[in-house]
Antibody
Framework: EVQLVESGGGLVQPGGSLRLSCAAS????????MHWVRQAPGKGLVWVSR????????SYADSVKGRFTISRDNAKNTLYLQMNSLRAEDTAVYYC???????????????WGQGTLVTVSS | DIQMTQSPSSLSASVGDRVTITCRAS??????LNWYQQKPGKAPKLLIY???SLQSGVPSRFSGSGSGTDFTLTISSLQPEDFATYCC??????????FGPGTKVDIK
């Protein structure tokens, strides 16, 4: 059974840092691109960051570029999101998600973690 | 950047109703469109990928159609467990994977 389990969320002051983890199991983690998606309270889903299967390529939403760093440890089957210089507007539930690709090369997120809440407040 | 819009933003329906939700992209995205269902406090669940392909394990009352800029998610006969928020996602202009704002389906 595919499982993604996030951890590391919590309350942090503005300007602070936090590292989220996403532990993967039930599939060959090193074969899949992975993403972070966030959802502010009462709002919609927003893509945050993506990393390719071997960790050599990353991408970020403009809103987090230069502050957040995505990484992965394929030996530990774990995805990370290092979040620095946090702002109130970063408050959200953060989900990790696995990307799969259809036969027509359409990417989609077929498995999601349960989410971890990050609250940025003084 | 590709913008995604959905209509309606919310709707009220009864069990057994046929429900249609529309998603529109700001430019052509071919069939690079996915649909997700999300219940309060839960992670999104993939329903439809590549505009019309039903994800494994998803009931056949869910269907998707469209290409280019206009897409539709249809629930043929609404069931009690279908009351949720539905959102579309484009995967044409990656790595952005932009989501629509969502359509909340609640009980009439």
């Amino acid at each position: 059974e595919v499982q993604l389990v996030e951890s590391g969320g919590g309350l942090v002051q503005p300007g602070g840092s936090l590292r989220l983890s996403c532990a993967a199991s039930g599939f060959t983690f090193s074969s899949y691109w992975m993403h972070w998606v966030r959802q502010a309270p009462g709002k919609g889903l927003v893509w945050v960051s993506r990393i390719n299967s071997d960790g050599s390529s990353t991408s970020y939403a403009d809103s987090v570029k230069g502050r957040f760093t995505i990484s992965r440890d394929n030996a530990k089957n774990t995805l990370y999101l290092q979040m620095n210089s946090l702002r109130a507007e970063d408050t959200a539930v953060y989900y990790c998600a696995r990307e799969d690709v259809s036969q027509w090369l359409v990417g989609y997120f077929d498995y999601w973690g349960q989410g971890t809440l990050v609250t940025v407040s003084s | 950047d590709i913008q995604m819009t959905q209509s309606p933003s919310s709707l009220s329906a009864s069990v057994g109703d046929r429900v249609t939700i529309t998603c529109r992209a700001s430019q052509s995205i071919s069939s690079y469109l996915n649909w997700y269902q999300q219940k309060p406090g839960k992670a999104p669940k993939l329903l439809i990928y590549a505009a019309s392909s039903l994800q494994s394990g998803v009931p056949s009352r869910f269907s998707g159609s469209g290409s280019g800029t206009d897409f539709t998610l249809t629930i043929s006969s609404l069931q009690p467990e279908d009351f949720a928020t539905y959102c579309c996602q484009q995967s044409y202009n990656t790595p952005g994977f932009t989501f629509g704002p969502g359509t909340k389906v609640d009980i009439k």
